[in-house]
């Protein structure tokens, strides 16, 4: 791992991960990105990356922008080449820069939607996308049932600031679903300290290093404090 400049990688990453370090990819990593509405059932999830991994098995190295995601990652398997994993349950951590200040979070808020421009969509709020869906198939007293059921463990909206973009647009955005959704809205510092660690291949506790031939268990993300 001391040599990564020169190795031949291949990158597989979330379109949320991608779109806070698309400019800043090294240029011997080769990259193939997917849309986050795959996590939505993590069987397609895990199907989806499965078929990119047996594509890549020719690269140095495997490294995938994603966490456990639901166990969307779960089962893996990549016969010929190693591959590294973010050590974690999902991408807010990520965002946020380390799991610890995602438990942070957790303690002042457990009920927390987060956002980034790419939960919200360049054109469209994908979040308020969805609830029109329903809105569209139901009379007025189901969608309000579903959508209150759908929220009500939730009390805030957080947008996530990384500083990977101009801003003032996606807060916007934000803010809007925040009130439509009947969320306090919150905007929280994000941090591109685990995206450096990727991207300089400072891969220590923090990730999972799986060797091939190995399947990914959830086990390997589970954290000893």
Not at 153 to 170: M, Q, V
Request: aromatic share 12%; hydrophobic share 35%; charged share 35%.
């Amino acid at each position: 791992m001391n040599d990564i400049d020169k190795k031949n990688i291949k990158f597989i990453v979330c379109d949320v991960l991608y779109d806070e370090i698309k400019d800043r990819i090294p240029e011997n990593w080769t990259t193939a990105n997917f849309e986050k509405r795959l996590h939505n059932n993590s069987k397609d999830l895990m199907n989806k990356l499965q078929e990119e991994i047996n594509r890549s098995q020719e690269f140095d190295l495997i490294v995938l922008g994603y966490a456990l995601c639901g166990k969307g990652v779960e089962g893996l398997i990549s016969e010929k080449v190693d591959m590294v994993i973010i050590k974690s349950d999902d991408c807010i951590p990520v965002l946020l820069g380390s799991v610890n200040e995602y438990n942070k979070q957790f303690s002042i808020e457990p009920g927390t939607y987060y956002v980034t421009r790419e939960y919200l969509g360049d054109v469209d709020d994908m979040i308020l996308l969805g609830f029109k869906d329903i809105k569209s198939k139901y009379d007025e007293a189901a969608w309000k049932w579903i959508i209150s059921e759908m929220l009500k463990n939730y009390k805030r909206l957080a947008f996530i600031n990384t500083d990977n973009y101009p801003a003032d647009e996606y807060r916007e955005k934000a803010k809007m679903s925040a009130r439509e959704l009947n969320l306090r809205f919150e905007e929280i510092k994000g941090s591109n300290r685990l995206f450096n660690k990727i991207l300089k291949g400072q891969w220590d506790d923090e990730f999972v290093y799986v060797k091939k031939g190995t399947k990914v268990t959830a086990d390997m993300f589970l954290r000893i404090n």
